[in-house]
């Protein structure tokens, strides 16, 4: 699946988020890391508000939450839940979503990557 994003660059570069979401597993969590220039956050925030919209009303979406890192940083996290692969997927590759990426500011870099729940006795549950 080509970027339209300026830049996508993957967590995992061995695993980048198009084979993730060909992969199916449920109770997924999205984790992207952006970073952009200074300069560009406000552009940055409206394009991710509009695109988190988008995911809002789609089949299997849970949650999300934008984070910004403390301090100077023009660095934000967004963490998302969802069902399943496959509703990340179709929400994904809608070319409704695809043709949002391009509002983004040219500084901006994703690194999106799909994680599940781990237990840990007496810690985290799954």
Partial sequence: ????????????PA????????LDASA???????TLDKADEQ???EAWQADAAFMK????FISTQLHRAIGESPAYLNYAVWESTADFRAAFSHPEFRAK????????V???HLF????VPGICVA
């Fill in 1 to 12: 699946m080509e970027p339209t994003m300026s830049l996508m660059r993957p967590m995992d």
């Fill in 15 to 22: 695993f980048p988020i198009d084979r993730q979401i060909a």
């Fill in 28 to 34: 997924i969590v999205l984790i992207n890391l952006f």
């Fill in 43 to 45: 552009a940055f925030l």
């Fill in 57 to 60: 009303r789609q089949p299997g």
């Fill in 101 to 108: 990426l391009s509002s983004y500011p040219s500084s901006a």
């Fill in 110 to 112: 994703a690194s999106p």
């Fill in 116 to 119: 599940q729940k781990v237990a």
